[in-house]
């Protein structure tokens, strides 16, 4: 079976489009840059691809809230082609990111992760909210010779 995943690193170049389609269904689009460095007879040369990438649903409203212009981001998804009537005349081809994870990544960069509900209730797969951690030193109700990570939450 055909398998038609991509994975890319690379820079938003714009601030997320969030839209809503006419049913409420939320969408956004964004760009992004994937830079590329590579040597011809020992020199070093640069190239980068500029691609759009769209996203749907809670994704969508996450990307929004979350990511702005720069961000380095890590994106998953599958290739769409798509074909259009460009203002001009004339036929274009654009090659799309339709997305299923998007994220920042850790690279260069920190992060604090916040959980959204789950809305509908439709999609299956998820876990239960973790709780906020002990603080104060309080100790954990786990004996304290349990094994290597004892003093470690469990996941």
């Given at each position: 079976?055909?398998s038609n995943t991509i994975t890319v690193v690379g820079n938003l170049?714009?601030?997320?489009?969030?839209?809503?389609?006419?049913?409420?269904?939320?969408?956004?689009?964004?760009?992004?840059?994937?830079?590329?460095?590579?040597?011809?007879?020992?020199?070093?040369?640069?190239?980068?691809?500029?691609?759009?990438?769209?996203?749907?649903?809670?994704?969508?409203?996450?990307?929004?809230?979350?990511?702005?212009?720069?961000?380095?981001?890590?994106?998953?998804?599958?290739?769409?082609?798509?074909?259009?009537?460009?203002?001009?005349?004339?036929?274009?081809t654009s090659v799309d990111i339709a997305a299923d994870e998007i994220?920042?990544?850790?690279?260069?960069?920190?992060?604090?992760?916040?959980?959204?509900?789950?809305?509908?209730?439709?999609?299956?797969?998820?876990?239960?909210?973790?709780?906020?951690?002990r603080s104060g030193g309080a100790p954990s109700s786990a004996p304290?010779?349990?094994?290597?990570?004892?003093?470690?939450?469990?996941?």
């Amino acid at each position: 079976m055909a398998s038609n995943t991509i994975t890319v690193v690379g820079n938003l170049t714009r601030d997320p489009e969030l839209r809503y389609t006419q049913s409420g269904k939320a969408t956004v689009t964004v760009g992004i840059a994937v830079n590329r460095r590579y040597q011809v007879n020992g020199e070093w040369q640069e190239a980068t691809t500029y691609m759009n990438v769209v996203a749907w649903d809670q994704l969508a409203e996450n990307v929004a809230a979350s990511l702005t212009k720069g961000t380095r981001v890590l994106v998953t998804g599958r290739l769409d082609v798509r074909e259009y009537e460009a203002r001009e005349g004339g036929k274009r081809t654009s090659v799309d990111i339709a997305a299923d994870e998007i994220g920042p990544t850790l690279r260069w960069a920190t992060v604090t992760v916040e959980r959204t509900p789950p809305k509908g209730g439709g999609e299956g797969g998820g876990s239960a909210p973790r709780q906020a951690p002990r603080s104060g030193g309080a100790p954990s109700s786990a004996p304290a010779n349990d094994g290597y990570y004892a003093d470690e939450e469990p996941f």
